[in-house]
């Protein structure tokens, strides 16, 4: 059982920055894929980024060159760092781990955390 909790997210204005964090417990975070989704209000979720198991991330087309993703294995933690934020960016943001790249990135991992809000105001 892998029990993953975000925290990071808040309000901030446009152009600005936040940096969500997922920790993960019951499993090494070295052995499991962790990505980051997100939630818009009537929206459907949509992935925004992931890190693989091998080491390496990458990012959704709609947030290339703002938004990057990283791991820390002593901290058992993957990060979002998110800059140049706009207002389509408010959602809440979901962390997903999943020992399938191919399952998380479908949106069908083995877990989620509770999510994190994040509001950007314009």
């Known amino acids: 059982q892998v029990q993953l909790t975000e925290s990071g997210g808040g309000l901030v204005q446009a152009g600005g920055s936040l940096r969500l964090s997922c920790a993960a417990s019951?499993?090494?975070?070295?052995?499991?894929?962790v990505g980051w989704f997100r939630q818009a209000p009537g929206k459907e979720r949509e992935f925004v980024a992931v890190f693989y198991l091998v080491g390496g991330g990458t990012v959704a087309d709609s947030v290339k060159g703002r938004f990057s993703i990283s791991r820390d294995i002593s901290k058992n933690t993957v990060y979002l760092q998110m800059n140049s934020l706009k207002p389509e960016d408010t959602a809440n943001y979901y962390c997903?781990?999943?020992?399938?790249?191919?399952?998380?990135?479908?949106?069908?991992?083995?877990?989620w955390g509770q999510g994190t809000q994040v509001t950007v105001s314009s």
């Open positions: 997903a781990a999943a020992t399938s790249i191919r399952a998380l990135v479908a949106g069908n991992p083995d877990y």
């Open positions: 019951g499993r090494t975070i070295g052995s499991t894929a």
